[in-house]
């Protein structure tokens, strides 16, 4: 008996699990899980990602109408993971602005206003985000992430009622994790190199002379000298966000194979 009147519960049920699964995968995701995007435009993307995709055709039917209630949640656990593991490596931006930030010592102004709202200081991990998601749309990051959405229709059927987390579920948040963090941490290491020398050269006068105050010498020089070298390593960037890219689709992979 349908749940529908006057429709296939093989038409709906297919399209219900399938949408529940890339709203999901959109809720979480970066740029498209952002609260920028409103949550009606978020819904009606994924209604016009299902669209397609039951288009494209579903590779299995959905299963018996009683296990419909277990049928969804396993959709939201499969789009869900899909997203956390590309906002995962996504973050590594947000990681190497945050480091530089601590460097600069624009992380002090909340130690003068610890009332302030958490990251609202942090300048350079803010604007990492922004050209962050600048260059993840830039290098196709939506667009894997929509290859995604439809493979794992392939990978992990719409007619599974139970998720059993294999070792390769494991390795995929692992290995995502360790790769955003390194990548990060290429990004960011030579600036904290150089800024690490203006310390020495800074601790060295300091014993030479003084009289000198080592704390206002440090701050600007470091300031001004870690904003240049940011300006010179726009071009990692861009090469850091590639092998992100290919990082995040490598998990991806593992991710679904491992469900």
């Known amino acids: 008996m349908?749940?529908?009147?006057?429709?296939?519960?093989?038409?709906?049920?297919?399209?219900?699990?399938?949408?529940?699964?890339?709203?999901?995968?959109?809720?979480?995701?970066?740029?498209?899980?952002?609260?920028v995007l409103p949550p009606t435009v978020r819904i009606?993307?994924?209604?016009?990602?299902?669209?397609?995709?039951?288009?494209?055709?579903?590779?299995?039917?959905?299963?018996?109408?009683?296990?419909?209630?277990?049928?969804?949640?396993?959709?939201?656990?499969?789009?869900?993971?899909?997203?956390?593991?590309?906002?995962?490596?996504?973050?590594?931006?947000?990681?190497?602005?945050?480091?530089?930030?601590?460097?600069?010592?624009?992380?002090?102004?909340?130690?003068?206003?610890?009332?302030?709202?958490?990251?609202?200081e942090t300048l350079i991990a803010n604007w990492f985000d922004a050209f962050g998601t600048y260059l993840f749309l830039a290098v196709g990051g939506v667009q894997l992430l929509l290859l995604a959405a439809v493979q794992s229709l392939r990978i992990v059927p719409i007619n599974v009622t139970e998720i059993v987390l294999k070792q390769g579920f494991l390795a995929a948040g692992v290995q995502a994790f360790t790769g955003s963090f390194l990548i990060a941490t290429e990004?960011?290491?030579?600036?904290?190199?150089?800024?690490?020398?203006?310390?020495?050269?800074?601790?060295?006068?300091?014993?030479?002379m003084p009289q000198l105050n080592v704390l206002s010498f440090n701050i600007p020089v470091k300031m001004w000298l870690g904003i240049g070298l940011v300006a010179v390593a726009l071009p990692l960037m861009i090469d850091a966000a590639r092998l992100g890219l290919l990082q995040m689709g490598q998990d991806l992979t593992q991710y679904l194979t491992g469900v």
Do not use: C, K
């Open 2 to 35: 349908s749940l529908m009147t006057g429709i296939s519960y093989t038409v709906w049920g297919s399209a219900a699990l399938v949408f529940v699964r890339v709203v999901a995968l959109f809720a979480t995701a970066p740029v498209t899980g952002s609260q």
């Open 44 to 120: 009606l993307l994924a209604m016009l990602v299902a669209y397609f995709a039951l288009g494209l055709g579903v590779p299995a039917a959905p299963p018996p109408e009683a296990m419909f209630p277990l049928a969804l949640l396993a959709q939201v656990l499969v789009g869900a993971g899909l997203g956390l593991l590309a906002t995962l490596m996504f973050t590594l931006f947000h990681t190497a602005g945050a480091v530089l930030d601590a460097e600069l010592g624009f992380t002090v102004a909340q130690v003068f206003n610890p009332f302030s709202a958490a990251g609202t």
């Open 187 to 208: 990004l960011a290491a030579p600036i904290v190199l150089a800024l690490l020398f203006v310390d020495l050269v800074g601790a060295v006068l300091g014993r030479l």
